[in-house]
């Protein structure tokens, strides 16, 4: 019953670091998106995958790569952390049609100093 | 005009009270529609699909109008352990699954 697994749950970078936010899901699922939640606010999508090899922007990309190399990893990699990039990420995977219902994984905190 | 909205709260309210959320969505396209409960600091998760004829589960009733763009989501007897973030999401196919987040409506339930 594994669902939606990210790695680290939580993780410090300093400013200038890279580092990269693993994702994984058990469920087939060839929809997948990273968000990024900050303190009192709503989920904003940087990324999604429609399957394997295929990703595409989302509202907030900047600063962020990802790629899709098999259906179960999306991984997030964050190049020259910024202060800016202190946040929760959410990774989610979703079958699509018909109901397209979201999968979440439990989030990772990353906070850059 | 945003595609999804969502009054943001917080609706604070006493325990067994009745509380009603609405949220407006804009494209007239949308074929699924959710409500997921997030608790502070952790993941959302799925509450209630939302359906146009409407559907119950315990305490909860979600309702679709397609006609004026809206779900809404009743709690009735409200519990301490109801207070959450009720986010709605709204999904739109055209050759590939576009998911909408509202920004979610804060509910604290008050002994």
């Known amino acids: 019953n594994a669902g939606v697994t990210q790695t680290p749950k939580f993780h410090i970078l300093k400013i200038g670091q890279s580092m990269t936010l693993q994702c994984t899901q058990d469920?087939?699922?060839?929809?997948m998106y990273w968000y990024r939640q900050d303190p009192g606010m709503g989920l904003k999508l940087i990324y999604y995958s429609v399957g394997a090899g295929i990703t595409d922007k989302g509202e907030v990309p900047n600063g962020y790569n990802v790629s899709r190399s098999t259906t179960e990893d999306f991984p997030l990699r964050l190049e020259l952390a910024a202060p800016s990039q202190t946040s929760v990420y959410f990774c989610a995977s979703s079958q699509g049609l018909p109901t397209g219902e979201l999968f979440f994984g439990e989030g990772s905190r990353l906070t850059v100093l | 005009r945003k595609e999804v909205e969502q009054d943001p709260g917080p609706f604070n309210v006493p325990e067994g009270a009745t509380v009603a959320f609405n949220c407006t969505y804009s494209?007239?396209?949308?074929?699924?529609f959710f409500w997921y409960r997030q608790d502070c600091r952790k993941e959302p998760k799925l509450l209630m699909s939302v359906y146009s004829s409407g559907n119950e589960d315990g305490r909860f009733t979600a309702q679709l109008n397609r006609a004026s763009q809206y779900i809404s989501l009743l709690i009735r007897d409200s519990k301490l352990s109801d207070s959450a973030t009720y986010l709605c999401?709204?999904?739109?196919?055209?050759?590939?699954?576009?998911?909408?987040f509202g920004t979610g409506t804060k509910l604290q339930v008050i002994p």
């Open positions: 469920m087939n699922h060839n929809y």
């Open positions: 494209n007239s396209a949308s074929q699924s």
């Open positions: 999401v709204v999904i739109h196919f055209r050759g590939y699954q576009k998911v909408t």
